[in-house]
């Protein structure tokens, strides 16, 4: 016959020792989490505080990209909620939200973001690479795409054969085939191999098209 909490007091002292400290390790993961967005706050505040002294140029325009670096990993820790399961974490919101700081910190109000995303569950470990990645190619299309005519990006983002894939695509003046991959480019295709995924950049009839795809982890 099973032994009950109820019948044995020893188990249930357990028991209840074992809720505390469930309750307290919450606790001090909900602390860690608002440490580190209030960490990121402060180097993104630094950030914007120098580039107020900086004129036009590259050495601007390299604060900035950093910037919103930060500005992507912040995001993650604004979605990411204490809750049951602190390990697995729902992108699709996240891909959105840095896609739309991306394009509000371009000042692009002619060019329009579409969307298309599937809620897709990821191991909390990920969301900071796609989030990076997600940032650099919003910013690539709107830097690079449409050089001082209006357009559109469409952001797709969804489980795939098995995979989970992210595109960004527009319809802008495509790739110049002789171009060095920038460093934007760069680290998306570094981030992609952190994911075990694999990323590819192209030119279509109208514009680029860039693809992240990584493999689905349970």
Do not use: W
Request: hydrophobic share 45%.
């Amino acid at each position: 016959m099973a032994i009950t909490a109820e019948q044995d007091p020893g188990t249930a002292a357990r028991i209840s020792a074992l809720e505390a400290e469930l309750v307290r390790a919450r606790a001090r993961l909900g602390e860690l989490d608002h440490r580190i967005k209030n960490d990121l706050q402060l180097i993104a505040s630094v950030f914007v505080l120098q580039l107020r002294k900086l004129p036009d140029g590259a050495d601007r325009a390299c604060l900035r990209a950093a910037l919103d670096r930060v500005s992507a990993v912040a995001a993650v820790h604004r979605r990411l909620e204490v809750g049951d399961d602190p390990a697995h974490f729902e992108a699709s919101g996240l891909i959105r939200d840095v896609a739309e700081e991306a394009a509000a910190a371009a000042r692009r109000d002619d060019v329009r973001v579409r969307f298309d995303l599937t809620p897709v569950t990821i191991p909390s470990r990920q969301a900071g690479p796609l989030a990076l990645i997600t940032g650099e190619l919003v910013r690539n299309a709107l830097k690079h795409a449409f050089p001082e005519r209006p357009g559109a990006i469409e952001v797709v983002f969804g489980p795939d054969d098995g995979a989970i894939q992210l595109s960004v695509s527009d319809d802008g003046v495509g790739l110049a085939g002789d171009a060095p991959a920038g460093f934007g480019t760069t680290l998306a295709a570094l981030l992609a191999q952190q994911l075990r995924g694999t990323f590819q950049l192209s030119t279509r009839d109208h514009g680029a098209r860039a693809v992240l795809r990584f493999p689905r982890v349970d």
